[in-house]
């Protein structure tokens, strides 16, 4: 199998690292892979295992978002934490030429798609597009907004927050390293922490009209519940089903983040999405 490569490009003014995997033969499509918002999340770390697998027919892109990883830290306080990362995957993908392609994203990472293509002119290329335990925003349990939205900056905390999302594995200890080494880089932390200041005197914004602007869409989208998922609220998909025929839920067993514990369930669910849909060279 194809393992991934590691490249940096300049997308919307901003340095972003990114990941690469390509078939041997010509690809059926391209692929982008979205990670998750959690301290110490990153491309690599999110998607290592599931890359391969989906390279045997589709080049696949996994960016580090901005905050993440080796990409620029930069936050905008004006503005939702989704809307300048859209901005900036959409600049990711004008960059390397990608004007059509299938998204899959995991937490906050699924949670940035649904938000992305809730509209009749989304902001990406999306041909189809499959969120992994990402809601859109709403229907966080409280063991998910506590546990999940605290850090102290060991690695054994990071091990704790790993073990949240997700069931034993192999490679489990590879990837609390990784993540634990991308706590450690400057901006990180804080980048993660931006969204949690509040003004002290200023109301805190209205009431969300989620997920009604999903209606909107025009792009298939697969919504993936995992039904042993603690860090959400039980049975959330329910809340995105019969919105649209665009929008389908499926639900398998697993825990917040089957993409490091389950990636050849993930692979295929991820496969046979796209499969149904137009590819593009």
């Given amino acids: ?125 999306a041909l189809s597009a499959v969120s992994i335990c990402g809601t859109g925003g709403p229907w966080r349990s409280t063991k998910g907004t506590t546990e999940l939205g605290r850090f102290d900056g060991t690695e054994d905390d990071v091990r704790r927050l790993l073990a949240l999302m997700t069931d034993e594995y192999p490679g489990f200890d590879d990837t609390v390293q990784v993540r634990y ?40 989208i697969l919504v993936v519940e995992a039904t042993r998922d603690d860090l959400l609220e039980p049975d959330w998909g329910r809340h995105l089903e019969n919105l649209t025929p665009h929008v389908q839920v499926h639900r398998m067993d697993a825990r917040h983040a089957p993409n490091l514990d389950q990636p050849e369930a993930v692979a295929t669910i991820l496969h046979t999405f796209f499969a149904r849909g137009r590819t593009t060279p």
């Fill in 1 to 125: 199998m194809t393992q991934p490569r590691t490249h940096t490009v300049n997308a919307g003014g901003f340095t972003t690292r990114y990941w690469e995997s390509t078939p041997p033969g010509q690809p059926e499509g391209t692929v982008v892979l979205v990670h998750d918002g959690a301290f110490g999340g990153d491309a690599i770390g999110s998607w290592s295992r599931v890359m391969p697998l989906l390279a045997q027919h589709y080049r696949v892109l996994a960016p580090d978002l901005l905050g993440y990883g080796d990409t620029d830290k930069v936050v905008y306080l004006d503005r939702s934490p989704y809307s300048f990362r859209t901005a900036h995957l959409a600049a990711f993908c004008a960059a390397l030429d990608v004007d059509a392609a299938h998204f899959a994203g995991q937490s906050f990472g699924g949670s940035l798609l649904l938000r992305a293509l809730a509209t009749p002119t989304p902001a990406l290329p």
């Fill in 181 to 220: 080494a991308n706590t450690r880089k400057p901006g990180h932390v804080q980048a993660c922490l931006a969204p949690r200041l509040q003004h002290p005197t200023l109301p805190k914004p209205g009431p969300d009209t989620w997920p009604a602007p999903l209606r909107d869409t025009t792009v298939p």
